[in-house]
């Protein structure tokens, strides 16, 4: 157990530091090539902090375990909101709620937690419920781009910034930016595959089902990006990135995560995730909601938060 415990942690760690680079990468080069600033953080950032979920979905499917990436897709976005926003707002102080977030944001991450609950509803993720969660993230990034593109911000401004921070000279490129998005993808195939190994051997060690640990263990470990980004930008006043960083991943994960895995094989919803996963993903999801509507997440909400996701593993596991 010690020695498949070892393996799962350096699994995930190695999965998250090589979306890290492939990410970093992928934004550099976008720049570089000339696509707009609010392109490349709508897309690329975006499916970016989604990208270790996706993989080990992905994954997991080829490999024949399946019930994994039900796991996944609930758990990531229970810790996305319970965990990782109870943690900014409590770094945050207060995270203050935008206009677009309030009107469009939130009720497309409703509308994606629904997605998911009516699709796993008879326990099972057809091609047909793939196809369609896939269409609605289509609809949520063309949404994404044109509200970007209307900002008031000027966009050379922002193109500006972006080059100083990534330290993007114009005409030129870091020489290591593609060795970072090639080892980057070779890094999160091999991370990725030995997670899902990893996941399987501990659970029949343990004796518990692949998928209560990927909707706590692996959960937790693919939402460490969403976690820094989130509390980085809090603690720096960038509050907007933080509550757009949590809204962005949830929606991908329940869109994409979910969508693709599906295509490409029928995804089961175990029982563990029937009764217990998706009503919490669900509560969190119109805790989320409620707790925005006066336009900002103070801290005692987030202490609020972060208790309910403890209730959640303490009932996830019968401790409690």
């Given amino acids: ?60 499917v080829l490999r024949g375990s399946p019930e994994i990436v039900m796991g996944n897709v609930v758990g990531s976005n229970i810790a996305n909101i319970f965990l990782v926003l109870g943690f900014a707002a409590i770094i945050g102080r207060t995270l203050t ?38 269409a609605g993230a289509v609809v949520y990034m063309a949404y994404a781009v044109n509200i970007a593109k209307q900002r008031g911000r000027i966009h050379e401004d922002i193109d500006e910034s972006l080059r100083k921070e990534l330290k993007i000279e114009k005409g030129e490129l870091d020489p290591w930016t593609w060795p970072r998005i090639a080892g980057g993808a070779v890094v999160i195939f091999f991370a990725a595959n ?51 960083n949590v809204l962005g991943s949830t929606i991908f994960n329940s869109f994409i ?16 995730i029937l009764t217990l996963g998706l009503p919490v993903m669900i509560i969190a999801t119109l805790l989320y909601f409620f707790m925005a509507q006066d336009r900002e997440i103070t801290r005692w909400e987030g202490w609020l938060l972060v208790l309910f996701y403890v209730l959640f593993l303490g009932k996830l596991f019968e401790l409690i």
């Fill in 97 to 134: 709620v935008t206009y677009e977030i309030i009107h469009v944001d939130l009720p497309t991450l409703v509308a994606s937690a629904f997605f998911v609950a009516v699709a796993a509803w008879d326990g099972i993720v057809s091609r047909g419920e793939g196809v369609i969660l896939i």
């Fill in 194 to 244: 030995y997670t899902v190994e990893s996941v399987i051997e501990l659970s029949k060690i343990l004796k518990i089902g692949t998928e209560v640990i990927a909707v706590s263990a692996v959960a937790i470990g693919t939402s460490l990006p969403e976690l820094a980004v989130s509390s980085v930008a809090a603690k720096r006043g960038n509050l907007e990135v933080a509550m757009g």
């Fill in 257 to 272: 995560v979910l969508g693709i895995p599906a295509v490409i094989a029928d995804v089961p919803a175990p029982p563990a």
């Fill in 1 to 60: 157990m010690l020695l498949w415990g070892a393996v799962f942690v350096v699994a995930v760690a190695f999965l998250v530091m090589s979306a890290g680079w492939f990410t970093e990468g992928a934004e550099e080069l976008g720049i570089h090539l000339g696509v707009p600033s609010y392109l490349v953080g709508v897309t690329i950032v975006a499916i970016g902090t989604s990208l270790p979920e996706l993989v080990s979905s992905v994954i997991a």
